[in-house]
């Protein structure tokens, strides 16, 4: 079967440094995606590893161990604007089918 | 810049119409996607075809079909609508990658109430 583990609340203050964890289980694992979602508006991408390690993109991170069935956003230098969704995704085959979960909200206070 | 647009922001319909959403994007896509999201339960994917005339049903298809009979439009089929299909509807396409990764880009949405 396939199962997706993410928190569904963090809060943080802008400026500090948040973490964002997601276990998964999925058959045929290809790679993990995170999406930003901020309210009403439309899921966006953010970043994929297909490899074990960090990938680095301004002040987003993500990690993925795919042996741990387990990866991490690490966002930086918070912003309030960083107040959003983020979900993260496992892809589960070569069609590019992706399981979201409930998404993790990330609330950043001043 | 791609273009992933559904026809409606806003939809209301009566129990047992039929309804349709459709979504047209304008990148050449292979595959296009039907996900829906209510509170508490994220995104859930219905349906999603890899090309035209092809489908596969996701984790909830029951209560829903779907058409792609061009490639750039993909319609999502309400046969008798059902209060408890009141939801966000979001339509999302990609290339199909094979190993490689092609993000899914998002249409704004369309928020469905059955009444």
């Known amino acids: 079967g396939q199962s997706l583990e993410q928190p569904s609340e963090v809060t943080a203050v802008e400026g500090a440094i948040v973490q964002i964890n997601c276990t998964y289980q999925t058959s045929g694992f290809y790679g993990l995606s995170w999406y930003q979602q901020h309210d009403g508006g439309a899921p966006t991408f953010l970043s994929y590893?297909?490899?074990?390690g960090l990938e680095e993109t301004g002040r987003f991170s993500s990690f993925l161990s795919r042996s741990d069935s387990y990866g991490y956003l690490l966002l930086q230098e918070l912003q309030m604007k960083d107040s959003a969704s983020y979900f993260c995704a496992p892809r589960g085959g070569a069609t590019n089918k992706l399981i979201f979960g409930t998404g993790t909200l990330l609330a950043v206070q001043p | 810049d791609v273009k992933v647009t559904q026809s409606s922001r806003y939809l209301v319909k009566r129990t047992g119409e039929k309804v349709f959403l459709e979504c047209v994007q304008d990148?050449?896509?292979?595959?296009m996607f039907w996900y829906r999201q209510d509170p508490g339960l994220g995104l859930r994917l219905i349906y999603f075809s890899y090309d035209v005339k092809m489908k596969e049903k996701g984790d909830i298809p029951e209560g829903y079909s779907v058409s792609r009979e061009k490639k750039e439009r993909f319609s999502l089929i309400l046969e008798s609508a059902s209060t408890n299909q009141t939801s966000m509807y979001l339509c999302?396409?990609?290339?199909?990658?094979?190993?490689?990764?092609?993000?899914?880009?998002f249409g704004n949405g369309t928020r469905l109430t059955v009444t």
């Open positions: 590893n297909a490899l074990d």
């Open positions: 999302a396409s990609s290339f199909k990658t094979g190993g490689y990764n092609s993000p899914l880009h």
């Open positions: 990148m050449d896509h292979e595959n």
